[in-house]
């Protein structure tokens, strides 16, 4: 007798699968006799090559409606690559779903490598993870309860809805990740750092947050309660976003680099207040008084203006940010350390203006004229030129290397002092006898390139590649090298008088203190 198996080849509670960590694959559902089905799948690992092997567990589940599941025998284990195999002779057309589990409950896991493994809805509870290294890790809905996370890397991790009760933290680094919904209650955060970090709708009733870094955290919704603790900066932050402070008196009070997204400010007395970085995305600052306050680099976006007292210069940042200047003439100008990301300067004047430290990210700068502008330091990622844009030679080869791409470039001799260069990719390139001083250029690429008599002193290069770089006689003279990698770099003649050494691999491979 024949019948139909209709086949489901999706798997349940899992995420989309990174290269080399796959909890997502295909199962196969085949006839084998008149009233028997083999449904097959593969065994793959949750992590990637390299990292610690985590075989998961299969449970094979039926349903005739696919809206109530029954297991088909007991979980199956496996090695890696092997196909399992489960028979199935109840005669009745079902659907089929192979559901992947990784319990390692209690498991011994101090400082191993778990980096983008796919681990959701994973059982850790209680388990030691001391030092461990758990980056742009999926832990979405994962168990991590009463386990040791101290010391621990979990930097771009998706922890949403998971279990972090109890959790021993100290120290773990959790910037970037989104921790939407996690349960954190009672858990031990001190001096943790939560850089970034999307705390929406998380749980920290009686957790200890006491030193944690929280600059920039998304508190919008978070839950706290009266055995919460946390600095006095942050907990002002939290107040605001969640309880509103309209025509509250916050008068010097330090708000900097803080996310006060949707912030209830109206009528609020910020005099002499420190917002420097901060996010005013969607803040009511109707009827606010921030006369004196620093509001250097403030996202502005949506923030509702109406009656608010401060200086002409932030309030002409807010209209370009929210209405765009095209075509205007703001020459002389005074726009310096603003945010300015993705503003429509199309064909704008900015003729002598200060731009000092600007940015102006994503910008489009099409048409516009920077003749005689003040270009240090001016951020210019992902911003638009064309040959209409009048700026300056080394503002534009600053733009070229940013956007174009700078390997492989022959820039010897080249000007490039007081420059944004952050993050640049300069492999393989020339830059003997380069002016590069004062720069910002942290997280820049150097690997392989020449900078022979080149001159860096006093720049930012914290987390830059200077690997296999020729650095003679070079000068690096007060230059800030913390993370950097030197590592094979021949540096003879080179000068490091007053350059900060942190945590930097030096050319022999050792790292400095």
Not at 128 to 137: P, R, V, W
Not at 298 to 324: A, K, P, R, S
């Given at each position: ?54 075989l998961p567990q299969f449970q094979v589940q039926r349903s005739a409606d696919l809206k109530s599941w029954t297991p088909l025998g007991a979980p199956l284990s496996g090695a890696l690559h092997q196909t399992l195999t489960l028979a199935d002779s109840s005669g009745v057309a079902s659907f089929y ?175 002499n207040a420190n917002l420097n970085s901060s996010e005013l995305i969607n803040a009511d600052i109707r009827n606010a008084n921030l006369t004196g306050a620093n509001l250097e680099y403030v996202n502005f976006q949506g923030t509702l203006v109406g009656d608010t007292v401060m200086d002409i210069e ?63 330091y001016v951020e210019l990622p992902g911003s638009l030129l064309n040959g209409s844009t009048v700026i300056d030679s080394k503002s534009l080869l600053v733009w070229d290397i940013l956007n174009e791409g700078g390997d492989g470039v022959n820039i010897a001799g080249a000007n490039l002092s007081q ?95």
């Amino acid at each position: 007798m024949n019948f139909r198996v209709p086949i489901l080849t999706s798997i349940a509670i899992l995420l989309a699968a990174t290269a080399g960590a796959q909890r997502n694959f295909d199962i196969s559902v085949k006839a084998n006799g008149p009233r028997s089905v083999v449904v097959s799948w593969p065994v793959q690992s949750a992590t990637p090559v390299g990292d610690l092997l985590v075989l998961p567990q299969f449970q094979v589940q039926r349903s005739a409606d696919l809206k109530s599941w029954t297991p088909l025998g007991a979980p199956l284990s496996g090695a890696l690559h092997q196909t399992l195999t489960l028979a199935d002779s109840s005669g009745v057309a079902s659907f089929y779903k192979v559901q992947s589990i990784i319990s390692l409950a209690y498991a011994a896991l101090d400082n191993v490598t778990l980096s983008s493994g796919q681990l959701a809805a994973a059982d850790f509870f209680g388990a030691e993870l001391f030092g461990a290294t758990l980056n742009q890790a999926a832990l979405n809905g994962a168990n991590l309860g009463a386990a040791d996370l101290r010391n621990a890397s979990l930097i771009s991790a998706n922890l949403t809805d998971a279990s972090l009760f109890d959790v021993e933290a100290s120290g773990a680094v959790f910037d970037g990740s989104v921790m939407t919904g996690v349960n954190a209650s009672f858990g031990d955060f001190q001096l943790a750092s939560f850089f970034g970090v999307v705390l929406s709708n998380a749980n920290f009733g009686s957790a200890d947050l006491t030193g944690a870094d929280l600059d920039f955290a998304v508190f919008n919704g978070m839950k706290l309660d009266s055995n919460t603790l946390m600095d006095p900066k942050p907990t002002l932050i939290w107040q605001i976003v969640n309880l509103g402070a309209p025509g509250a008196n916050l008068d010097g009070q330090d708000l900097s680099s803080a996310a006060l997204l949707g912030a209830n400010l109206n009528g609020a007395k910020l005099t002499n207040a420190n917002l420097n970085s901060s996010e005013l995305i969607n803040a009511d600052i109707r009827n606010a008084n921030l006369t004196g306050a620093n509001l250097e680099y403030v996202n502005f976006q949506g923030t509702l203006v109406g009656d608010t007292v401060m200086d002409i210069e932030w309030l002409l940042v807010w209209y370009i940010l929210n209405h765009g200047a095209p075509g205007d003439n703001l020459k002389g100008t005074n726009l310096s350390f603003a945010y300015l990301e993705n503003a429509n300067l199309h064909g704008t004047m900015l003729n002598n203006a200060n731009l000092d430290g600007t940015d102006l990210s994503g910008a489009d700068l099409r048409g516009a004229n920077f003749l005689g502008a003040n270009m240090n330091y001016v951020e210019l990622p992902g911003s638009l030129l064309n040959g209409s844009t009048v700026i300056d030679s080394k503002s534009l080869l600053v733009w070229d290397i940013l956007n174009e791409g700078g390997d492989g470039v022959n820039i010897a001799g080249a000007n490039l002092s007081q420059v944004y260069l952050a993050g640049a990719s300069l492999r393989e390139s020339n830059l003997s006898n380069a002016v590069c001083t004062v720069s910002v250029m942290s997280d820049a690429d150097f690997t392989d390139s020449n900078l022979r008599l080149s001159n860096f002193s006093g720049s930012e290069l914290e987390g830059a590649l200077l690997v296999d770089a020729n650095l003679t006689s070079a000068n690096f003279s007060n230059t800030d090298l913390t993370d950097a990698d030197l590592l094979g770099a021949t540096t003879n003649g080179a000068n490091f008088s007053g350059a900060i050494f942190s945590n930097t691999i030096l050319p022999d491979g050792s790292v400095s203190p």
